[in-house]
């Protein structure tokens, strides 16, 4: 009895957590495109709220990390760091061409991406810039992932 | 013995509780709701904050290393207890889990002590946001306690023929048998008060400059991941139904003898100052800046409140 209701609690969880998608943005030298596409999939017209989705201030409060921008010389470190900051689990989706592939930058000596180089890229929306509909396609994909995440870490 | 397991029950469950949890969160999700279909969009289920609660269970609980541990723990705990223990004493028509003979004096102070852990908690994060985002929170304090102490005065003196009466039961009484004080002309300045005060007091959106999330990273909340997030975040819902139902309780207390009218009708009044207090200025309104809220409260809200409580001094 007291076993079932335990295993309920977490199924609810797991449920949960595919259903509350806290976004945290961060712009690893980015030239604004792609964080302006992301912020157009926020708004009312988009509506990533339907999906439960959040823009938050803090890693901290984040389920989906959200990076654009192909990884400056500057940017690296900070962002490695933020990212040991977010709480398990939680799901990385770079947003646009230059954090999967370095793009037009590929080369430069102040480029140090792609991001999977530091971090487990969980989901990769390409474009450039990717439209809103194709963000949003990507939180719901990692929306699927993070669930599973979450069933991995109380089996 | 059976009016013992009367107020258990009252107090676990109906009133109490239960109730509670239950209203909160649907009262927030509704708010969320409505605030998406008067910017012409689908929104979250209702269900989101019940959902958003159980995900931040789920996480992993991060303590910085310059965080206070004990203190950055215990503080979301007190809080959310402050605020449930709060919801005890709202009245639905005449039923409450606890009544006593000051109510409103312990409401006044639990739910100062829920902005306190709030303040608490963010000073032992050891982050300089949760710092700016505590002083912040301050600020919003010391702008709306006068006007809701003002408001409570008010309908304390009307209900308490001379002397001032803070018996949530009594005021319930007095509305019962003159009618809601909404009705009442010389309270609607202090009714306009009380509605400006909820949502700098819970914390909702245009005043919510303690967790500016794109200004100050959450601020208060800054370092709070994992299950002291969840009951933060609890802490939030509940306080929105609390003062929705103080609101209720002060002004708009409608007893049809039915307790299951009285339930209908004080669901349906949350929900209604809910929207004109929450959602509306939510949808409307962007987030004032720190200064702007505290003229705002001691020029206007204040004002409104004392024009009330001078009215009713002088016997109107």
């Known amino acids: ?155 | 013995m059976i009016g013992f397991i009367q107020s258990v029950l009252n107090i676990l469950l109906l009133p109490g509780l239960a109730f509670t949890l239950i209203a909160s969160i649907l009262l927030a999700g509704i708010d969320r709701v409505l605030v998406a279909r008067m910017q012409r969009r689908v929104g979250p289920p209702v269900l989101q904050p019940l959902y958003d609660v159980l995900k931040c269970l789920g996480k992993e609980t991060i303590v910085p290393r310059k965080a206070n541990e004990k203190v950055f723990l215990l503080a979301p705990a007190v809080g959310l207890i402050s605020v449930l223990v709060t919801a005890m004493f709202l009245p639905i028509g005449n039923v409450s889990a606890i009544r006593t003979n000051a109510d409103m004096i312990v409401i006044l102070y639990l739910l100062t002590l829920a902005s306190v852990t709030l303040i608490v908690g963010s000073a032992a994060s050891g982050s300089p946001f949760a710092g700016v985002g505590l002083s912040r929170e301050m600020v919003a304090m010391i702008s709306y306690e006068l006007p809701l102490v003002m408001v409570m005065l008010t309908v304390g003196f009307v209900c308490g023929n001379g002397l001032a009466t803070f018996s949530l039961a009594k005021i319930g009484a007095y509305q019962a048998a003159n009618g809601p004080l909404l009705l009442n002309p010389v309270l609607w300045p202090a009714a306009i008060a009380l509605l400006f005060v909820i949502p700098c007091e819970v914390g909702q959106q245009p005043f919510d400059i303690d967790e500016a999330e794109t200004e100050i990273c959450e601020g208060v909340l800054a370092e709070y991941s994992g299950k002291p997030l969840a009951q933060f975040k609890m802490m939030h819902n509940v306080k929105m139904y609390v003062m929705s139902g103080l609101f209720c309780a002060l002004f708009l207390n409608i007893q049809t003898g039915f307790f299951l009218a009285d339930i209908l009708i004080y669901c349906v009044s949350c929900v209604l100052v809910t929207f004109v207090s929450m959602s509306v200025p939510h949808a409307v309104t962007a987030r004032f800046r720190v200064e702007q809220v505290f003229k705002f409260y001691w020029t206007v809200v204040t004002g409104c409140a004392a024009l009330s409580l001078i009215l009713v001094w002088i016997g109107l």
């Open chain 1, 1 to 155: 009895m007291l076993f079932d209701l335990d295993k309920k609690i977490n199924e609810a969880i797991d449920d949960a957590a595919s259903k509350s998608l806290w976004l945290y943005h961060i712009n690893a030298g980015s030239c604004n495109g792609c964080d302006i596409e992301i912020v157009a999939a926020l708004t009312p017209r988009y509506d990533a709220e339907r999906l439960g989705c959040k823009l938050t201030g803090s890693p901290r409060q984040a389920d989906i990390v959200l990076v654009s921008g192909p990884v400056t010389l500057q940017s690296r470190d900070r962002l490695i760091r933020t990212l040991a900051q977010v709480p398990e689990p939680y799901c990385l989706v770079t947003v646009g061409s230059c954090p999967c592939s370095g793009n037009v930058f590929k080369g430069s000596y102040a480029v140090c991406g792609p991001v999977d180089k530091y971090r487990h890229v969980d989901v990769s929306v390409a474009g450039c810039t990717p439209k809103p509909e194709a963000i949003m396609a990507g939180i719901a994909q990692a929306a699927a992932i993070l669930k599973e995440k979450r069933k991995g870490m109380h089996e």
